[in-house]
């Protein structure tokens, strides 16, 4: 069992940047892929993220490649999305997740935290 908090979301400006935390706890945490992703009003859930148990490799979404980035501190059990040169269209509830295997992470994780609002205004 994997336990998920996001935190860092809030109110910017369009360009602005933010950083989300998401502590991990439980006794698979530090072994496990994680990723982010991000449901805006009305739309579905998406993802934008990911990142393997060691940090060796991620993996973004087109709609954010070069504004966001994924890092992890697997001393702290914490994963990290740096973003920046905001849009009024990030405006969403940022959700982190976990899951053993990083393809599935990406698509269909088996843990998720209760999000964080991400609100840029313009």
């Known amino acids: 069992q994997v336990q998920l908090v996001e935190s860092g979301g809030g109110l910017v400006q369009a360009g602005g940047s933010l950083r989300l935390s998401c502590a991990a706890s439980?006794?698979?945490?530090?072994?496990?892929?994680m990723g982010w992703f991000r449901q805006a009003p009305g739309k579905e859930r998406e993802f934008v993220a990911a990142?393997?148990?060691?940090?060796?490799?991620?993996y973004s979404a087109d709609s954010v490649k070069g504004r966001f980035t994924i890092s992890r501190d697997n001393a702290q059990n914490t994963v990290y999305l740096q973003m920046n040169s905001l849009k009024p269209e990030d405006t969403a509830v940022y959700f982190c997740?976990?899951?053993?295997?990083?393809?599935?992470?990406?698509?269909?994780?088996?843990?998720w935290g209760q999000g964080t609002q991400v609100t840029v205004s313009s």
């Open positions: 990142i393997t148990w060691n940090g060796a490799r991620t």
């Open positions: 439980g006794r698979t945490s530090s072994s496990a892929a």
């Open positions: 997740a976990a899951d053993p295997i990083f393809a599935t992470v990406r698509v269909r994780p088996t843990y």
